[in-house]
């Protein structure tokens, strides 16, 4: 068990190797979760639809009520689940693990791992419009945080784990290792340091391994050769970008509502699954192509073998029924849909530059492959993920520049248009944002316990003020904190309160410390932030603050000051520049 402290037990051991050590293990964890989710989605769409091939080669001999009672009964099963299980797997799991990083230094809960992995499974296997990423990424993070939390990693150390189990999550997605760093560290971490990468690709690397010796050495969706065909096509991919930031922001305004309206239903949290289980299997009668993760439907698009009518109805119906799969409360990402909807969006744009100007442009396929990233990087503000996502897709260099501007115009864009992506959004809707800047987001990270000191100094509630100003006097904190007989906190004081008591006259020799101290005590516990430790601090005008026990609040273990956060928050400042 001595290993399991290896951070703080054994300083010769090199931190980079132990790093090093834990992500390709991590990697490993990551790689068979995406295996593992992947054939449970499989397992239950064959138990649930005696197939496990894509709905669109078998959709229509499923009789018509099994298209509606199969997505319900879905929601039926998942709605519990989630409810009394896991509440944390509900929606698309990306901003839950951001909260976790933001908030609790990383730690996620170690049951979420198998917990997503069969709720996500049953709701995207019996027809729920979602995405297998986003579930993955929150495998591959639950796997990272534990492991880390296992090993008593340091709390900066917890978040790279966390990194690198996302990115192992997505590079064996996708078969994509450089687009899985870049999700990690562009959009999770939001954090682009040296010491990060390493771990994080590492993680990915060992993951697309794992991956490919089971899949073998393919790319994710059946991509087309692309052609640039003339350098006027730039204009078009630069329109390409700007609809795609509009259509991305018209998914993220429709998914969100779609939240609201579910959440105000006077309904049971675990029924409302089956009511949205219900809307998808109506919807699925009329256009199978949303079924689930819909990549067959977007192989199609790439190959061009969908009318430019149908291309452009699927980008509405699409957005329609992942609001409904998720607003509803079902579990899934909304990665693949994004790709999903930029596949219609550049597919249908493309057929018609293409009928107008067949000299000039590439073919509808080539156009959906460019809205794939354009709408991935305008959804969730990553557009470096989503050009390298797109590129190691393909393995086609020429792919790079159109994909360069659709992607930096449709993100610009959205992020011109609305404050905060698809993923940011739900924290900002409950108050946290991960626009303040490094300095709040470390006050957040951390917690009290990290930086407070036990070395504080108490004395008696009957000491005398000679025996309070001599242990002033010798101590090097401000307060005191004045306990009873039993050692409990009963009030705090200073030479402040010394002087005003005996400026107001009272007999020096009765005035004992019971009698100046302050009584009601403000304190913060072992687990507050640092943020709120510092606003407690800042509204009262002290310099420090006791840490008290959270289930014996007269318990105090130990002292927080001003001067300790701000050394705290400049160091760590210095680590990120």
Same mark, same amino acid.
């Given at each position: 068990?001595?290993?399991?402290?290896?951070?703080?037990?054994?300083?010769?051991?090199?931190?980079?190797?132990?790093?090093?050590?834990?992500?390709?293990?991590?990697?490993?964890?990551?790689?068979v979760?995406?295996?593992?989710?992947?054939?449970?989605?499989k397992?239950?769409?064959?138990?649930?639809?005696?197939?496990?091939?894509?709905?669109?080669?078998?959709?229509?001999?499923?009789?018509?009520?099994?298209?509606?009672?199969?997505?319900?009964?879905?929601?039926?099963?998942?709605?519990?689940?989630?409810?009394?299980?896991?509440?944390?797997?509900?929606?698309?799991?990306?901003?839950?693990?951001?909260?976790?990083?933001?908030?609790?230094?990383?730690?996620?809960?170690?049951?979420?791992?198998?917990?997503?992995?069969?709720?996500?499974?049953?709701c995207?296997?019996?027809?729920g419009?979602?995405?297998?990423?986003?579930?993955?990424?929150?495998?591959?993070?639950?796997?990272?945080?534990?492991?880390?939390?296992?090993?008593?990693?340091?709390?900066?150390?917890?978040?790279?784990?966390?990194?690198?189990?996302?990115?192992?999550?997505?590079?064996?997605?996708?078969?994509a290792?450089?687009a899985?760093?870049l999700?990690?560290?562009?959009?999770?971490?939001?954090?682009?340091?040296l010491?990060?990468?390493?771990?994080?690709?590492?993680?990915?690397?060992?993951?697309?391994a794992?991956?490919?010796?089971?899949?073998?050495?393919?790319p994710?969706?059946?991509?087309?050769?692309?052609?640039?065909?003339?350098?006027?096509?730039?204009?078009?991919?630069?329109?390409?970008?700007?609809?795609?930031?509009?259509?991305?922001?018209?998914?993220?305004?429709?998914?969100?509502?779609?939240?609201?309206?579910?959440?105000?239903?006077?309904?049971?949290?675990y029924?409302?699954?089956?009511?949205?289980?219900?809307?998808?299997?109506?919807?699925?009668?009329?256009?199978?192509?949303?079924?689930g993760?819909?990549y067959?439907?977007?192989?199609?698009?790439?190959?061009?073998d969908l009318?430019?009518? &149908?291309?452009?109805?699927? /980008?509405?119906?699409?957005? +329609? #029924? $992942? @609001?409904?799969?998720? *607003? !509803?409360?079902?579990?899934?990402?909304?990665f693949a849909?994004?790709?999903?909807?930029?596949?219609?969006?550049?597919?249908?744009?493309?057929?018609?530059?293409?009928t107008?100007?067949?000299q000039?442009?590439?073919s509808?396929?080539?156009?959906?492959?460019?809205?794939?990233?354009?709408?991935v990087?305008?959804?969730?503000h990553?557009?470096?993920t989503?050009i390298?996502?797109?590129?190691?897709?393909?393995?086609?260099?020429?792919?790079?520049?159109? &994909?360069?501007?659709?992607? /930096?115009?449709?993100?610009? +864009? #959205? $992020? @011109?248009?609305?404050? *905060? !992506?698809?993923?940011?959004?739900?924290?900002?809707?409950?108050?946290?944002?991960?626009?303040?800047?490094?300095?709040?987001?470390i006050?957040?990270?951390?917690?009290?316990?990290?930086?407070?000191?036990?070395?504080?100094q108490?004395?008696?509630?009957?000491?005398?003020?000679?025996?309070?100003?001599?242990?002033?006097?010798?101590?090097?904190?401000?307060?005191?904190?004045?306990?009873?007989?039993?050692?409990?906190?009963?009030?705090?004081?200073?030479?402040?309160?010394?002087?005003?008591?005996?400026?107001?006259?009272?007999?020096?020799?009765?005035?004992?410390?019971?009698?100046?101290?302050?009584?009601?005590?403000?304190?913060?516990?072992?687990?507050?932030?640092?943020?709120?430790?510092?606003?407690?601090?800042?509204?009262?005008?002290?310099?420090?603050l006791?840490?008290?026990?959270?289930?014996?609040?007269?318990?105090?273990?130990?002292?927080?000051?001003?001067?300790?956060?701000?050394?705290?928050?400049e160091?760590?400042?210095?680590?990120?520049?």
């Amino acid at each position: 068990m001595k290993f399991l402290s290896v951070w703080t037990a054994n300083e010769r051991i090199n931190e980079h190797v132990v790093n090093a050590i834990l992500a390709v293990f991590i990697g490993l964890i990551g790689g068979v979760g995406a295996i593992a989710f992947r054939f449970m989605i499989k397992f239950f769409q064959d138990l649930f639809y005696h197939n496990p091939n894509d709905f669109l080669t078998f959709c229509r001999s499923v009789p018509l009520h099994l298209k509606i009672l199969i997505p319900a009964l879905g929601g039926l099963i998942a709605g519990p689940l989630i409810y009394f299980g896991a509440r944390e797997t509900k929606g698309h799991g990306v901003p839950e693990i951001m909260e976790a990083l933001l908030l609790k230094s990383g730690r996620i809960r170690p049951r979420l791992t198998f917990m997503q992995m069969l709720i996500s499974a049953i709701c995207i296997g019996s027809g729920g419009s979602a995405g297998r990423e986003g579930p993955i990424v929150m495998i591959g993070s639950a796997a990272g945080s534990t492991i880390g939390q296992l090993f008593k990693a340091p709390q900066e150390r917890l978040r790279t784990l966390v990194g690198c189990g996302a990115a192992a999550g997505i590079a064996a997605t996708f078969n994509a290792p450089i687009a899985g760093v870049l999700f990690a560290v562009e959009i999770l971490l939001n954090d682009f340091r040296l010491e990060k990468f390493s771990p994080i690709i590492l993680a990915s690397v060992t993951a697309t391994a794992l991956s490919r010796h089971y899949y073998g050495n393919f790319p994710a969706l059946q991509v087309p050769s692309y052609e640039l065909l003339n350098a006027t096509e730039f204009i078009f991919y630069a329109i390409l970008g700007i609809l795609c930031g509009l259509i991305a922001l018209l998914f993220v305004e429709v998914l969100y509502k779609s939240e609201d309206f579910f959440d105000h239903l006077p309904l049971p949290g675990y029924i409302k699954p089956l009511l949205g289980g219900t809307c998808i299997g109506v919807i699925l009668i009329f256009f199978p192509h949303v079924f689930g993760v819909g990549y067959g439907t977007v192989n199609l698009a790439l190959k061009g073998d969908l009318s430019w009518k &149908l291309l452009f109805l699927l /980008i509405f119906i699409k957005i +329609i #029924a $992942t @609001s409904i799969t998720l *607003g !509803s409360g079902e579990s899934g990402g909304v990665f693949a849909p994004s790709l999903f909807i930029g596949a219609m969006t550049g597919g249908a744009f493309g057929y018609l530059i293409h009928t107008f100007f067949p000299q000039l442009t590439a073919s509808s396929g080539a156009y959906a492959l460019v809205g794939m990233g354009a709408l991935v990087g305008a959804t969730t503000h990553g557009p470096i993920t989503a050009i390298l996502i797109i590129f190691e897709l393909t393995g086609n260099y020429l792919i790079i520049l159109p &994909l360069m501007v659709s992607c /930096i115009i449709s993100t610009f +864009i #959205a $992020t @011109s248009l609305k404050d *905060g !992506s698809i993923y940011t959004l739900k924290l900002k809707r409950k108050g946290l944002s991960l626009k303040r800047g490094w300095e709040q987001t470390i006050l957040e990270s951390f917690q009290v316990k990290d930086i407070m000191t036990k070395d504080f100094q108490s004395i008696s509630e009957k000491a005398t003020v000679d025996e309070i100003v001599e242990t002033l006097g010798k101590s090097s904190r401000s307060y005191l904190l004045v306990t009873n007989s039993q050692g409990e906190l009963v009030g705090i004081l200073s030479f402040h309160d010394v002087r005003k008591a005996l400026l107001g006259g009272g007999k020096r020799k009765e005035i004992t410390a019971a009698d100046i101290a302050t009584k009601n005590v403000v304190s913060v516990t072992p687990n507050d932030s640092l943020l709120t430790a510092q606003h407690k601090l800042g509204s009262l005008g002290v310099s420090q603050l006791p840490v008290i026990d959270k289930r014996n609040p007269k318990r105090v273990v130990g002292i927080v000051s001003l001067k300790d956060i701000i050394a705290f928050h400049e160091r760590e400042l210095l680590k990120r520049i």
